[in-house]
């Protein structure tokens, strides 16, 4: 798109375009001055009356020819102007357009290498703490956000899940969030999970679509568990 945009600005700049009628102007006028010089007395003085008449007729005729010349040279710029400011106007759409594709298959891409390795955080999580307590304390903590009190059995199942997330420096709202981001996106999305871990935490430091930037450090957090609960 940038080669494109430079070749579509070289056929000829807006700054061309003003100096080339810049140009035209004092051009038409030295013309219109020439014209005028050899209908002076001095030239038809020495001419017959046939003779005056076909040089008038034919000087006429040059002047008609030079102004329309210079009219469609004009025009002619104006339109060329106006072209090049319409095909910046493509131009920026287009760019825009190509970005907003770019960002999407960024997304795509991020959510289909970190899908399995969110259900791998959860299914280490569930090891740790067993199925039964996760279930419990997850409905603990939508209860517990909801103002509903918590029964003793919910209550200790959160406690233990906070302590076991602390462990790994992370929170019920960072499990709140990687449930969110595997739920928002359909499946159709993601594909087989081939990357190495390693790769996985790499990729969390390019450049992330904006949707995708409160994702980040719970993604990074779970992939630092996950390593921690694979020794």
């Given at each position: 798109m940038n080669n494109f945009r430079t070749k579509a600005l070289n056929l000829g700049k807006k700054s061309k375009s003003i100096v080339l009628d810049c140009k035209i102007k004092p051009q038409k006028k030295q013309s219109e001055d020439i014209l005028e010089g050899m209908l002076s007395n001095d030239i038809l003085n020495n001419?017959?009356?046939?003779?005056?008449?076909?040089?008038?007729?034919?000087?006429?005729?040059?002047?008609?020819?030079?102004?329309?010349?210079y009219a469609m040279v004009e025009e002619q710029t104006k339109l060329m102007m106006e072209a090049m400011s319409l095909t910046n106007e493509i131009l920026d759409f287009a760019d825009t357009r190509i970005n907003q594709l770019e960002s999407n298959l960024n997304l795509i891409k991020?959510?289909?290498?970190h899908r399995d390795w969110i259900k791998l955080f959860i299914e280490k999580l569930t090891i740790q703490l067993g199925e039964e307590q996760l279930k419990d304390?997850?409905?603990?903590?939508?209860?517990?956000?909801?103002?509903?009190?918590?029964?003793?059995?919910?209550?200790?199942?959160?406690?233990?899940?906070?302590?076991?997330?602390?462990?790994?420096?992370?929170?019920?709202?960072?499990?709140?969030?990687?449930?969110?981001?595997?739920?928002?996106?359909?499946?159709?999305?993601?594909?087989?999970?081939?990357?190495?871990?390693?790769?996985?935490?790499?990729?969390?430091?390019?450049?992330?679509?904006?949707?995708?930037?409160?994702?980040?450090?719970?993604?990074?957090?779970?992939?630092?568990?996950?390593?921690?609960?694979?020794?």
């Open positions: 001419l017959s009356n046939q003779q005056i008449n076909e040089f008038v007729s034919n000087v006429g005729t040059m002047s008609d020819n030079i102004t329309n010349t991020l959510i289909a290498c304390a997850e409905n603990a903590i939508e209860l517990f956000r909801g103002g509903t009190d918590l029964s003793e059995q919910e209550r200790n199942s959160l406690e233990k899940l906070r302590v076991l997330l602390h462990d790994r420096e992370m929170s019920t709202d960072d499990i709140k969030l990687l449930r969110k981001l595997v739920k928002n996106y359909s499946n159709t999305l993601f594909h087989k999970n081939n990357q190495t871990i390693e790769q996985a935490k790499a990729q969390l430091n390019d450049p992330l679509p904006e949707c995708m930037r409160i994702y980040k450090f719970p993604l990074r957090k779970a992939l630092k568990a996950i390593s921690f609960w694979r020794k």
